[in-house]
């Protein structure tokens, strides 16, 4: 056995005289001795503190490592370059990626479409530059489909240099999809789908003040609804609403706003139509009726229409008015040529 060696070292658990027990580092070393003696020098060192410092340094990584595992939002965590380092199981499943798929990937060439590119890379150039930023936005799953989010990132500082970043991840397509409901019913009538009177006085002023002109409006009754509604019920009256509302619709532009404007009154707003415009609107109102009427025989649809437009600044109500009193004159009309 050579002198002058350490031959063992190792970390133990001793007990003090009290009872105390510490974490000690145990070194056996065989020493030089010119008269050939044998001896073994035995040196500890107390490391309990260090012991326990490592402890709590295990403990907080634990900490961590599961707090990361098991948040309900997804995370991602990205290096100085925005390279995907980690993905927690919340980020998987809303993305649909794998850990392994994305790892060291930029993390918007992944999950971000094109259309926000320039969006997400500014997020990206404010985090990684120290600050903290969120974003509700949209991000891409792995199929390609959209998932609206919110976004928070936040800097990971080390030495007062920042190292990379979290990104994290709340999927609010539930609450994207209440609200979307909830503006839906508040701009549309419940029995026909077509849009409510509110909505209709709304894009009105807006034209109006745009002064968005030419405009054309078009006022329409539903002939015969209280006969209808007496002698069949209301359920038969409702489904003649609704057949109305359908044939009105098809007979519009998509960028024209359909509306229903009271019990059986009908109304839509043709921005952009002169009375050219206006006219082909008639004839395809006209049209389309007659072709329904004449495969629904037993129970046709009548309808009282009355059209105004304005090429000047007008007001709109106004211009409702004299569609109004179109109809008004029309329906005369039709029980005048009935006597």
């Not at 035995?42 to 309990?48: G, H, P, Q």
């Not at 849009?195 to 968005?212: I, K």
Request: proline letters at 3%; glycine letters at 6%; charged letters at 25%.
């Amino acid at each position: 056995m050579a002198e002058g060696r350490t031959y063992f070292e190792g970390e133990t658990i001793n007990q003090t005289l009290s009872g105390a027990r510490l974490n000690v580092l145990l070194t056996m070393t065989l020493p030089s001795d010119p008269e050939g003696y044998h001896s073994v020098l035995v040196s500890l060192m107390d490391i309990t503190d260090r012991k326990r410092a490592e402890q709590e340094i295990a403990v907080q990584r634990a900490r961590f490592q599961q707090l990361f595992e098991n948040a309900p939002l997804g995370i991602a965590v990205v290096d100085q370059y925005d390279n995907i380092q980690d993905i927690n199981k919340a980020f998987e499943s809303i993305f649909q990626y794998r850990a392994e798929e994305v790892f060291g990937l930029p993390v918007n060439e992944t999950i971000v479409p094109e259309i926000r590119d320039n969006e997400a890379s500014s997020l990206s150039v404010a985090t990684l530059a120290g600050a903290s930023v969120q974003k509700e936005t949209v991000r891409k799953r792995k199929d390609g489909s959209l998932v609206p989010v919110q976004i928070y990132g936040v800097p990971i500082n080390l030495d007062g240099e920042t190292v990379g970043a979290y990104g994290m991840y709340v999927d609010i397509s539930d609450r994207k999809h209440k609200e979307e409901k909830l503006e839906y019913i508040s701009t549309h009538d419940t029995l026909t789908g077509l849009f409510n009177r509110a909505y209709f006085e709304t894009v009105m002023a807006r034209l109006e003040n745009d002064q968005a002109f030419p405009v054309s409006i078009m006022v329409a009754d539903v002939d015969g609804l209280k006969n209808i509604n007496d002698r069949l019920g209301h359920a038969a009256g409702d489904r003649l609403l609704r057949d109305a509302a359908r044939l009105l619709k098809k007979a519009f532009r998509a960028s024209d706003v359909t509306a229903r404007i009271g019990g059986d009154e009908f109304a839509a707003l043709l921005p952009g139509a002169d009375e050219a415009a206006a006219s082909h609107a008639l004839e395809r109102v006209t049209h389309i009726l007659k072709g329904y009427n004449s495969d629904h025989d037993e129970f046709p649809i009548h309808i009282s229409i009355g059209m105004a437009t304005s090429t000047r600044r007008i007001s709109l109500t106004k211009l409702m008015q004299q569609a109004d009193q179109r109809m008004y004159r029309e329906k005369a009309a039709k029980k005048a040529r009935k006597a």
